[in-house]
């Protein structure tokens, strides 16, 4: 190797040395230092603005406590200075320009807002003339995994409350400007990023991963949507990349929930005292069912007084028995957001694991807790093949995971164990025995059990927890592809976008059980206080120690969506145009193609559903003042005749933003900062009116053994059915069409204080509904369903929010949201009654009907000489039961003597109020939601329907317990209160006292504390030497306090007091920026 005696180590270190010196001291020279002052308006020194050389790496700082920076940098750098809630504005560095001190004008939202609207187009929120809310995803932020939970109370024009608290069947109901429609569906139409979901899809979106929640309210706004956008859109578009250095963030939480409040009973020594009332009010000479020295030795077991034995006088707490007082809850989020000029991207995944409040016997091998969990993945990528042509591709998988006790409800999850609970006798068994000296190698649970008078076992709730679990898979996958083609180059404005979206829906459960051993003592020794078993059900098959395998219900089904649009955007001087023309086609195909009436396989719901749209929107404004928009929706089913195939709805809106004429200047101006009046008129429509397949085709089951129809004789022994028809032809089945009108002002006062206030008016009208005076004589076995029906609604939807910042450390807002809405029926198919009051028509939709319950009878004399009350087979009214009033005066109480009694079951106001503080890294924020004008039903009867979630209240029959309340206010002959909570107790259906009437109906009016946050934000000198961009720990909380006059369950279960509760929750976690 050749040898360079002139090249050493020291050398080689010397030139570098000497090069990067230079270097510096050359780029020395060129750089001039840079000092200056940020302010805002009022002259207040802004801390933390960012100073940022713009294509200059390591070319930044940021202000001090007093505003100052000092940056160094070359004579033409253009510097970007940025700060939240202010406008940026940039500055090219001169030699000229060593000092620079700023003004930052606060951000208009009024005027730059952008509002996604219909298909994600972007408006400046100044040009919308639709009416459309915009909601921030940091609103929607509560302690909770369903984000249906976060809506009511936060948004103006939504109806929102929640009736159950249950894991993975916790969805709030919600609708747009309430119910307008008596149809088949008042549900609004979901869409993210464009495509349609289900509610259950939203329920699961994760707040984390929301760029913008839009809520389309009128006909201007979701008239791009034509047939389905008569009751709303809902709006959701996704983060995307930004351009810069990779940005993670993270967010963990973890909860504790109970319920908000638990249904009281009376303990096993008042059930049994109350039982034995219940006997002998009714028949004084009746014997007591449960003598003193039970109820002495029950007392025992209560106060576990020495010798007392559990087993033998049971007192079971069946609610401490199945639930916990507390379950927890985990949840956890992850995104990356970064990407450069050419691509950009968004990438995310989150688990949320929801644990129920049952309680687990470790005896099994299997774990039958409540446990629903949640996983899901998402990307979202945008790339830039050339200047004018982007493609976007996004990806979703949402999977959820449920295991839980078997049950029988109609959704097959727990919400029914709470009935159970409450229908099972305190003291007729316990849950379980310990072994006895027969059983002492026994490795199964002994249940508990006793044989009813007819020699059937009875349920057992603890072994209904116990003796099994079902499990449930769901997923859906989506794959979304979309093409922005900019066409400058043709005509300047002009853009194409195109959307390919396909989605897989699939569910599939399966259920493992063993068959419970019942248990009940046969013999007992009082003097030793011992006790031997009996097993109740051993014979054949009666039960089973292993574990058998049943599958479940099986559903796929698949999703495409196409979508094609030109745009064209131009401005020529003060004049501003634009133009849409957007085409739709998407298909669903379903696996499980059964008829949902007959339950069957079916060919013609086997069949590709498909809709074809066309809708146009056109706008204009000049100067930004005068604004003029028309929108039309086009679409096209295959569900309706040719005739009827397709609908037109045209829309139009305008607006005048007045603050932005020249006589507003002057002192108006300063006060009331912004005025802008806007309106709109037109059609849309709603398709999803029924569950029938094809409305012009008939539906018939040959060989039907469910239906209606007659034995032909037999086959091989097997019988021969005649034919069922489903429904006949009806080639006139149409769109249910809404008519609807909006007025709106925005205004703002002090630039500070913003107010919208909305007034609208619907007229609803081919609602399909089936006809009610087609005679009997005719012989048509199927009914038949015609748009005839018609539907007002009107209200008023207000939004009011202020800021104000008091200085660098201390800021406060407050927000207010209103929704007034009410309906009636303007034509709705009814029998002829005889008087005009029975009518619905006129009335409020969901309006109830009942007798109207003046008192309790005095005694048996009054009512026996009262107007006959008589209601099937049960006994006839007594002394202390309900005496109800003869609105005809015939001297019968009957269908004709029910009346509109109280406000429809949905509420008619919904609201929501609260605040928000920031001092110094500490902010605090408060929301309470309420609403009003709502009634419901005590459920007074002795249902015990699992199947549709209906549970009466009534005590002892069905072995129901009595409400505590129930029991410390009821007639009797020691306590003959006319007005008593419960009427005259009885063991048996007393159908008199079970008449939906005034005397159970309850004012549904709450307000709740919904949330509360506290959080504490990292200084920035602490989160720089942990390397992280920011972290945030916050404490919060959902539902913590209620305000009602309903004191028996939470108010806003309504009449559904006897399911899983709504949960309050206690909240923690940490987010963390890197």
């Not at 050749?2 to 010196?21: E, H, N």
């Not at 969506?561 to 001087?573: E, N």
């Not at 319950?853 to 026996?864: G, I, S, T």
Request: charged letters at 15%.
């Amino acid at each position: 190797m050749p040898k360079f005696p002139f090249v050493s180590l020291p050398g080689i270190l010397f030139a570098i040395f000497m090069f990067v010196s230079i270097s510096a001291i050359a780029q020395q020279t060129t750089k001039i230092t840079v000092t200056g002052t940020v302010t805002d308006t009022s002259g207040l020194k802004l801390e933390g603005v960012n100073v940022v050389a713009e294509n200059k790496k390591n070319v930044a700082t940021s202000t001090n406590s007093t505003g100052k920076f000092i940056l160094d940098a070359e004579p033409g750098t253009l510097l970007r200075f940025s700060y939240v809630g202010f406008e940026q504005q940039y500055i090219t560095v001169s030699p000229n320009s060593r000092v620079i001190n700023l003004v930052l004008k606060p951000f208009s939202r009024n005027v730059e807002e952008v509002v996604v609207t219909a298909y994600g187009r972007k408006q400046r929120k100044e040009a919308v003339v639709g009416s459309v809310t915009t909601v921030a995803p940091g609103t929607l932020k509560i302690p909770s995994s369903n984000l249906t939970n976060a809506l009511a109370g936060q948004i103006a024009g939504m109806i929102s409350f929640q009736r159950g608290g249950q894991p993975g069947l916790d969805n709030s109901s919600f609708f747009i400007r309430g119910v307008t429609t008596f149809g088949y569906s008042a549900s609004p139409l979901i869409l993210v990023d464009n495509v349609e979901l289900s509610s259950n899809d939203l329920a699961r979106l994760q707040v984390d991963d929301i760029a913008s929640f839009s809520i389309l309210k009128d006909a201007s706004a979701a008239a791009l949507y034509g047939a389905r956008g008569a009751n709303g859109v809902i709006l959701v578009t996704t983060k995307e990349g930004k351009a810069g250095k990779a940005s993670m963030n993270v967010r963990y939480e973890r909860s504790v929930s109970r319920p908000t409040k638990t249904v009281q009973l009376g303990d096993p020594v008042t059930y049994m005292k109350m039982y034995n009332e219940a006997l002998t009010t009714r028949n004084p000479l009746a014997t007591p069912l449960y003598t003193p020295n039970q109820i002495i030795n029950t007392q025992a077991t209560m106060d576990k007084a020495p010798g007392y034995n559990p087993y033998v006088y049971p007192a079971v707490d069946w609610m401490k028995t199945l639930f916990k007082d507390q379950a927890t809850t985990q949840r956890a989020n992850f995104s990356v957001q970064g990407g450069n000029d050419v691509t950009k991207y968004y990438i995310a995944g989150s688990y949320d694991r929801d644990n129920g409040i049952l309680q687990v016997n470790p005896v099994n091998n299997f774990n039958s807790a409540m446990k629903f969990e949640n996983y899901q993945l998402r990307s979202n990528v945008n790339v830039k093949l050339t200047k004018t042509t982007e493609v976007v591709v996004r990806l979703w998988g949402n999977f959820n995971e449920y295991t839980g006790p078997i049950t029988g409800d109609q959704s097959g999850l727990a919400s029914d164990l709470y009935d159970r609970a409450l229908h099972t006798s305190p003291v007729s068994f316990p849950a379980y025995f310990p072994s006895d000296s027969a059983n002492l190698l026994t490795k199964h649970i002994l249940f508990g059990n006793s044989l009813t008078s007819s020699g059937n076992l009875q349920a057992n709730p603890y072994a209904d927890l116990m003796y099994g679990y079902k499990s449930f898979s769901e997923s859906r996958l989506s794959a979304q592809f979309e093409l922005n083609q900019n066409f400058d180059f043709i005509t300047k404005g002009l853009a194409f976008h195109g959307l390919f979206s396909t989605n897989r829906y699939a569910y599939f459960d399966l259920t493992r059980s063993y068959k419970p051993f019942y248990y009940d003592v046969a013999n007992y020794d009082q003097t030793n206080n011992t006790y031997s078993l009996a097993w109740l059900n051993n014979q054949p098959g009666g039960a089973q120690e292993f574990l058998s395998y049943y599958p479940g219900t099986k559903d796929v089904n698949t999703f495409l969506y196409l979508q094609g649009s030109l745009d064209y955007t131009r401005a020529f001087g003060k004049h501003n145009l634009s133009a849409s023309l957007i085409g739709t086609r998407q298909q669903k195909l379903n696996a499980d193609a059964n008829d949902p009436n007959t339950h069957q396989p079916s060919l013609q719901y086997s069949l590709p559903y498909r809709n074809l749209g066309l809708a146009g929107r056109a706008t204009y404004s000049f100067a930004s003042r005068y604004f003029m928009e028309f929108n039309f929706g086009y679409n096209g089913s295959e569900r309706f005749s040719t005739q009827y195939r397709w609908g037109f709805f045209p829309t139009v809106g305008a607006g005048w933003v007045v603050s932005n004429e020249k006589f507003w200047a002057g002192p108006l101006s300063k006060i009331v900062t912004r005025l802008k009046i806007r309106g709109s008129y037109g059609l849309v429509g709603n398709d999803n009116i029924d569950n029938t397949r094809f409305y012009y085709l008939s539906s018939v089951t040959p060989d039907d053994p469910n239906g209606p129809s007659a034995v032909f004789g037999t086959t091989n022994g097997v019988k021969m059915y005649g034919t069922t028809i489903q429904n006949y032809p009806n080639p006139g089945v149409t769109w249910e069409t809404a008519r609807k009108s909006n007025l709106a002002a925005e205004m703002t006062f002090f630039e500070k204080l913003n107010i919208t206030a909305e007034i609208y008016h619907e007229f609803r009208y081919n609602i399909l509904q089936q006809r009610g005076y087609i005679p009997v004589t005719t012989g048509l076995e199927a009914a038949v369903k015609s748009n005839v029906g018609e539907a007002y609604a009107k209200g008023l939807d207000l939004n009011i929010n202020y800021k104000q910042t008091f200085s660098k450390n201390f800021w406060a807002s407050v927000l207010g949201n209103l929704t007034v809405t009410s309906n009636r029926y303007a034509r709705f198919e009814e029998p002829e009654y005889k008087y005009a009051y029975r009518f619905q028509n006129g009335k409020p939709i969901n309006q109830p009907f009942g007798y109207i319950a003046e008192r309790l009878f005095v005694d048996d004399k009054e009512a026996a000489n009262s107007p006959t009350q008589y209601f099937g087979n049960s006994a006839p009214p007594a002394g202390g039961d309900i005496k109800y009033r003869d609105v005809n005066k015939d001297g019968v109480i009957n269908q004709d003597d029910q009346v509109p009694i109280g406000l429809p079951t949905t509420p008619q106001i919904i609201y929501g109020f609260g605040f928000s503080l920031g001092y110094k890294n500490f902010d605090l924020n408060a929301f309470f939601q309420g609403l009003a004008r709502e009634s419901f039903f005590i459920n007074a009867t002795s249902q015990d329907d699992r199947y549709y979630a209906k549970y009466g209240t009534a005590p002892f029959v069905n072995n129901a317990q009595i409400l505590q309340a129930y029991a410390e206010n009821h007639w009797s002959e020691e306590n003959q209160n006319l007005y008593a909570l419960w009427p005259r107790l009885s063991t048996t259906d007393i159908l008199n006292n079970q008449q939906q009437s005034t005397w159970w109906l309850r004012d549904g009016s709450f307000m709740r504390l919904k949330s509360v946050e506290l959080g504490y934000s990292l200084p920035k000198s602490l989160t720089k030497r942990m390397y992280i961009r920011s972290a945030r720990i916050y404490f919060s909380g959902l539902n913590l306090l209620t305000f009602s006059h309903f004191k028996l369950w939470d108010p806003e279960q309504a009449g559904q007091g006897f399911g899983y509760p709504i949960q309050k929750v206690f909240n923690c976690g940490i987010n963390v920026n890197l």
